[in-house]
């Protein structure tokens, strides 16, 4: 079985640009989450969604969004970048219950310039 | 407040010894899971254990064991027999679920800061 993928894997863009960051789950999973990771902050949860609803979201500004496709497979978007949106950002899928556990893809690491 | 605490920021161990990752936890949910990640260098978040906040018996997955201690609100990771090929980021993490009185659902996972491993030749 095809493990979480996640389109770029490395990403460079300007102050003020916006970006799209793709993940295609393991087939049959129907949550999608997405985390951000840096050195200062760690890792922290964007939001999560599940059969093409959000159901779950985390601490973030509105420049932060994401959707999901009816084959499960999600974007998120960020607009307006700024130089701290610059981080690993990790997609993780799960069959969607409440304490199944979440496989991560490899990672978009942004460097935001 | 904290809710995933890691105390051990980096640990070297000696190849072939057992290690222990401490972490502890805060919630005031009856129902929760708590889960064990490894990072290597190269990025990649991998899943290891996962322990229900109603399991009685301690989870174990080959090589690792949890050691789940509810009253004292930790869940330490136990890697027995320790390989090079252990050294990475470990991570804690856990998920809270709410009642359905403060609207059902739970949250993301929440991540301890995690503990740098090195195993040692």
């Known amino acids: 079985k095809a493990g979480v993928t996640q389109t770029p894997r490395y990403l460079i863009k300007t102050r003020g640009q916006q970006v799209t960051l793709s993940c295609s789950p393991i087939s049959g999973h129907r949550s999608v989450s997405w985390y951000q990771q840096t050195p200062g902050q760690g890792l922290q949860f964007l939001f999560e969604y599940f059969s093409e609803t959000q159901r779950n979201k985390g601490n973030f500004p509105g420049r932060f969004s994401g959707r999901q496709f009816s084959n499960s497979r999600s974007e998120m978007n960020v607009s307006t970048l700024e130089l701290g949106d610059s981080a690993l950002y990790l997609c993780?899928?799960?069959?969607?219950?409440?304490?199944?556990?979440?496989?991560f893809g490899p990672g978009t690491r942004l460097t935001v310039t | 407040a904290q809710k995933i605490t890691q105390t051990q920021p980096g640990m070297f161990v000696q190849e072939k010894e057992a290690v222990t990752l401490d972490c502890t936890y805060d919630?005031?949910?009856?129902?929760?899971?708590l889960f064990w990640y490894k990072q290597p260098s190269s990025g990649e978040m991998i899943f290891l254990i996962y322990?229900?906040?109603?399991?009685?018996q301690n989870a174990t997955e080959g090589r690792y064991s949890l050691n789940f201690q509810k009253a004292r609100k930790s869940a330490n990771l136990v890697i027995s027999a320790s390989q090079l090929g252990d050294s990475a980021m470990y991570f804690c993490a856990m998920r809270e679920g709410h009642t359905m009185n403060s609207g059902g659902g739970a949250d993301g996972l929440t991540f301890g800061k995690g503990t740098h491993l090195i195993i040692q030749p």
């Open positions: 993780a899928s799960s069959r969607g219950g409440q304490f199944d556990e979440q496989y």
């Open positions: 919630t005031s949910d009856q129902s929760y899971g």
């Open positions: 322990q229900g906040s109603y399991d009685e």
